[in-house]
């Protein structure tokens, strides 16, 4: 009697999660691609769908009308970490790369960005973390030529603190 009801309450759950995933087009997902769907407060989304056949990820991102945005192709290297992303604008066209750095522990250090066609490093993202592993505030190195009018100096020198602190290996303590 009591295998009889628990079969029948797991047909009855099933039938009404089948029933609202019909009900909204977000949760349906009949290719079981579909990952995640994110709304943004501006009205906009992105909808993360995993790769058929490769590791990786793509987000796609639409504007509150429903107009394609942007697309991020997330590629995971063998561990499951991001090797890279490219970033695609709304007329499908490469417009950035980006390659992703570890240390020896799998954490992220930093994120490099490329312009295509040419491969000019325009910005540079760098973690740090402190004695208990958590991340800090992620440090943002614009190197794109036009917004360098609108860095103070200060932070010009800040940059080239940070270059060489990246290039000096940590001390120990």
Do not use: W
């Not at 090797?83 to 930093?110: F, H, P, T, W």
């Not at 066609?117 to 973390?129: A, E, H, S, W």
Request: glycine share 6%; net charge positive; with cysteine.
């Amino acid at each position: 009697m009591r295998r009889c009801i628990s079969t029948a309450a797991c047909l009855l759950l099933a039938f009404f999660a089948g029933e609202l995933r019909a009900q909204s087009p977000d949760l349906s997902n009949e290719s079981k691609d579909l990952a995640r769907v994110v709304r943004h407060p501006d009205g906009s989304r992105s909808i993360y769908e995993r790769h058929r056949n490769a590791k990786g990820m793509r987000c796609a991102t639409y504007t509150a009308s429903g107009k394609l945005a942007a697309i991020n192709d997330y590629i995971e290297g063998k561990y499951g970490l991001l090797v890279s992303c490219m970033i695609y604008n709304n007329a499908r066209r490469l417009i950035y790369k980006v390659a992703y750095g570890y240390d020896s522990s799998a954490r992220l250090i930093e994120e490099r960005m490329f312009s295509c066609p040419d491969g000019k490093l325009v910005q540079r993202v760098i973690y740090k973390y402190d004695a208990s592993g958590n991340r800090s505030k992620p440090l943002i190195i614009s190197l794109n030529p036009e917004a360098r009018s609108t860095i103070a100096p200060t932070l010009h020198d800040d940059a080239a603190r940070i270059h060489r602190e990246m290039s000096t290996p940590p001390r120990r303590r």
